[in-house]
């Protein structure tokens, strides 16, 4: 037909070298640099709920303590609560989602590198909207969990609430745009040979991730566009004064709250699930088990979400359904912490930092399991509830759990991500500050909760009997931060002049290693084929074997073949995937904003032309 | 280098959606430049769609149950179901569904090498979407200057809410299906490029499905709560 006649394409020109320079940041697709943009954002972000988490045990260091207004400090506390999860573990997850999965499953890129682009500022501008609360004094100031109705205009009248909404609001539209990129990713560009279970376990819990996402981030973007509607537009869904269900916001909030647990939680139990075989030098024990008990858990995650709700007074037979299903949870959670036992069993264990931070995972996981597994109990629950025995299994899941594991993670694919070792003595330390401070600031809290210290409150009167142990929980608290400055001196120390690590430090099991440290644009000069599920594994044993035998050993996973050669042919950089992102973010933004059109804020109107001219110079640039 | 350059060439046709963004793999041999060989033998953009339709279910499913769980609980003297014209919202129901059928016809007329068949139907397509929206338009400033408005009570605020969300996603599918007609009028679309109109009518049934739901939940069953049926 008439494509002669196309005007020539906008595109930024394909960059020849190795790119560098802002503008080479700004315009990456390529799935390693956008996975480094998700780790350092996601660091600086843990580093800002880490200053808050400091500022709530400062405030609860001693009783009648006027340090901080109830007000700040409830902003601290959602403040602490939203960026942790929204703003550092999540997307630090997803950086590992980024550098490791292609390169795990043999791929050169994710399936639709510049959607990744995007999702990565969509992310990074939510979680800047957000922050930018605290320059205008405007800190959400609800809770993380933004209870209606109280989070209505009538009762929370500030831009806090709001401020609140547009940042999960645009941060929601990453996840799922990420979640959609990723699930296609792992289900179609999976090398030659590597079946699905043949892939590795981190992989399986990226693909478990991404549906539990799908599945469950849709609800939390009809809650907070409800309530946005509400603040807004004058609807009365959460208004209770008019009729409306006070529950209703409850339900749509947990059954989105709950999974989100496990979304916090897969891609940890994925990243233990890669460092325990190879610092045991053995398989992985039970790996179809893993499997099936992670979808299991997945699948009872969507049933459970009541459980957050047993002081509503829904009735002995929700409290039965929703107390069963809980319990039942623990049956797959406990077969992988059982298959991980079975791994470390007879294996020739390395304690390097890695295995360290992955066995000291198991050790404080299972002990916030356990605390779940005792509220899950109604009676029990009834006694615990908005108590800091929540606050305190909370923290062993998620930090004791998911940030053990995303340490871990660290310090396991750092050789990979910079080409340079951590050091060891650091990484030692780093781990025994931090299981040392974890225990001492959180295993308190369970006193506490029993003792019966209400969470969220700012000021506690003397007399009660809380005073030395919330002592103790902030002198822990800061030794945590200690422990996190410890890392952060031995990233720049390793940065500047660590050893060198070569392709492979670990002798690993997965295709990463296989490659350069830190790999090449292109990933794979060719793209490997696999047979098996340890594929490094099985070709170095055979290899050495055929080297004993005397045969000319063969390589599957060739390096070193020159691209041009090999014809790999990369996408093209893009800065519109930006330009989408800052017109997507334009529309939330304009709820913020003092400026309307008739009922419709301004930027928001503005932002839809900018999304437009996005989506529309994405979709006619060539991307090969 | 010589198969970039072919790429740039039929990359010409939307090339996001031909081989999806994901054109980065080399598999040696492969010299057509065209489909590129993935783990399920699916094309990347259609599983995308899919997966992006499995995630919309969600977002139209939260919206109808807020919906389920005040309907019902209509407050006295307030409008209500009782405005609804069954009639009258039939026929842009049964409107909405034919364009399902023309949008088929568009995509059997481009893979049969039809041009002409393919930019009829797309514009009949998207005229269809219009008439709707124009019968949404309508049907909403009707219920608007009869007190049944999204600020009224909670029944409003969650039919507007629904319906007007339905009514965003026809918006966007005309205006992807007028880009699509504009641009096979321009350029033509070539038979091989099929997945481009293929995707787009995924998305265009899926919103058409879903308005099935909403009519019967939302329309059909409060409507036959009520006594003699109304007007």
């Known amino acids: 037909m008439a494509t002669t006649t196309q005007a020539p394409p906008r595109v930024l020109r394909r960059p020849v070298e190795a790119p560098s320079g802002l503008w080479s940041w700004l315009t990456t697709v390529d799935h390693k640099r956008i996975g480094v943009l998700y780790g350092v954002s996601s660091f600086l972000f843990f580093l800002a709920g880490g200053i808050d988490a400091l500022l709530i045990r400062l405030q609860l260091g001693k009783p009648m303590n006027e340090l901080f207004s109830p007000d700040h400090y409830n902003g601290f506390v959602t403040m602490h609560a939203t960026t942790m999860i929204f703003m550092a573990l999540m997307p630090m997850s997803v950086a590992f989602f980024n550098y490791i999965v292609p390169l795990q499953i043999g791929a050169r890129d994710v399936a639709f590198p510049r959607l990744n682009a995007f999702s990565f500022w969509v992310f990074l501008l939510g979680g800047l909207i957000m922050s930018s609360s605290y320059l205008v004094d405007a800190i959400p100031n609800q809770g993380w969990y933004g209870y209606a109705p109280l989070t209505i205009r009538e009762y929370s009248p500030g831009l806090n609430v709001d401020f609140w909404i547009v940042g999960l609001q645009i941060l929601g539209v990453a996840t799922i745009a990420g979640a959609i990129n990723f699930f296609v990713t792992i289900i179609n560009m999976r090398a030659p040979g590597m079946s699905l279970m043949r892939m590795p376990l981190f992989c399986w819990m990226t693909l478990i991730t991404t549906v539990l996402i799908l599945l469950a981030f849709p609800v939390f973007t009809i809650a907070l566009t409800e309530l946005l509607f509400d603040r807004h537009f004058g609807t009365t869904f959460f208004d209770s004064t008019r009729g409306a269900d006070p529950l209703l916001w409850q339900h749509l909030f947990w059954i989105f709250g709950h999974p989100e647990v496990y979304i916090l939680i897969m891609p940890a139990f994925g990243i233990i699930s890669e460092i325990i075989p190879v610092f045991s030098r053995k398989p992985l024990f039970g790996y179809a088990a893993m499997v099936l008990a992670s979808m299991a858990i997945a699948f009872l995650g969507f049933g459970v979400w009541a459980h957050h709700m047993f002081t509503t007074g829904a009735g002995p037979v929700a409290y039965t359904f929703f107390a069963l299903s809980t319990m039942l949870i623990a049956v797959p959670t406990g077969v992988k912490i059982f298959n991980w036992l079975g791994t470390l069993y007879g294996g020739s264990i390395n304690l390097r930092p890695p295995m360290l931070f992955a066995v000291g995972f198991i050790g404080t996981f299972v002990i916030g399991g356990l605390s779940g597994v005792m509220h899950g109990t109604v009676p029990v629950d009834w006694q615990q509830s908005d108590s800091y025995w929540i606050v305190a299994h909370i923290h062993y899941v998620l930090f004791g759990g998911t940030m053990f594991a995303l340490f871990a993670g660290i310090h396991y694919w750092w050789p990979k991500f910079t080409g340079t070792m951590l050091n060891d003595k650091l990484g030692q330390a780093t781990f025994w500050t931090m299981l040392v401070a974890f225990h001492v600031t959180f295993f308190p809290m369970h006193f506490l909760g029993t003792a019966g210290m209400p969470r969220r409150m700012s000021i506690y009167p003397t007399g009660t009997g809380w005073d030395f142990w919330n002592l103790v929980a902030t002198v822990g608290a800061f030794a945590l931060a200690a422990s996190v400055w410890l890392f952060v001196m031995n990233a720049f120390i390793s940065l500047r002049r660590g050893e060198p690590a070569g392709n492979d430090p670990w002798d690993g099991a997965t295709l990463e290693w296989a490659i350069a440290s830190p790999p090449p644009v292109y990933n794979f000069a060719r793209i490997p084929t696999v047979s098996s599920r340890d594929p490094l594994w099985v070709e170095k044993r055979s290899e050495e074997t055929a080297v004993e035998l005397g045969f000319a050993p063969r390589r599957a996973v060739a390096v070193v073949a020159d691209p041009v050669e090999a014809r790999v042919h990369m996408p093209n950089p893009s800065f519109w995937p930006l330009v989408a992102a800052v017109g997507l973010s334009m529309i939330f933004a304009g709820f913020l904003m003092p400026w309307y059109l008739g009922a419709f804020p301004l930027i928001t109107l503005l932002g839809i032309p900018v999304l437009m001219v996005g989506i529309t110079s994405w979709s006619f640039e060539p991307a090969g | ?231």
């Not at chain 2, 970039?4 to 081989?19: M, S, T, V, W």
């Not at chain 2, 219009?130 to 608007?144: D, I, N, P, R």
């Not at chain 2, 629904?162 to 966007?172: D, E, P, Q, Y």
Request: hydrophobic content about 45%; proline content about 3%.
């Open chain 2, 1 to 231: 280098m010589a198969r970039a350059i072919a790429h740039d060439e039929q990359g010409r046709l939307l090339p996001q959606a031909g081989h999806g963004d994901s054109d980065i793999h080399d598999h040696g041999h492969d010299d057509h430049g065209g489909e590129h060989p993935t783990s399920t033998g699916l094309n990347n953009v259609k599983v995308l769609m899919w997966t992006f339709i499995a995630s919309e279910c969600l977002l139209f499913g939260s919206l109808i149950s807020t919906y389920l769980a005040v309907e019902g609980r209509t407050i006295p003297n307030t409008p209500g179901p009782e405005l609804f014209d069954i009639p009258y919202t039939s026929v842009s129901a049964f409107v909405l569904l034919f364009s399902s059928l023309s949008m088929v016809l568009a995509l059997a007329g481009l893979q049969a090498g039809d041009q002409r068949q393919l930019r009829i139907w797309l514009f009949v397509t998207a005229a269809l979407g219009l008439v709707f929206l124009g019968g949404q338009y309508y049907e909403f400033s009707t219920f608007y200057f009869e007190e049944f408005w999204l600020d009224k009570n909670f029944l409003g605020s969650s039919f507007f809410l629904l319906t007007g969300f339905h009514g965003a996603h026809v918006t966007v599918g005309v205006i992807w299906l007028l880009a699509l007609w504009l641009y096979s009028l321009r350029y033509g679309i070539a038979p091989e490029k099929s997945l481009l109109v293929e995707i787009s009518g995924l998305y265009w049934h899926f919103v058409d499905v879903v308005w099935i739901v909403i009519f019967a939940v939302v329309y059909l069953i409060p409507y036959s709560r009520i006594e003699g049926g109304g007007h």
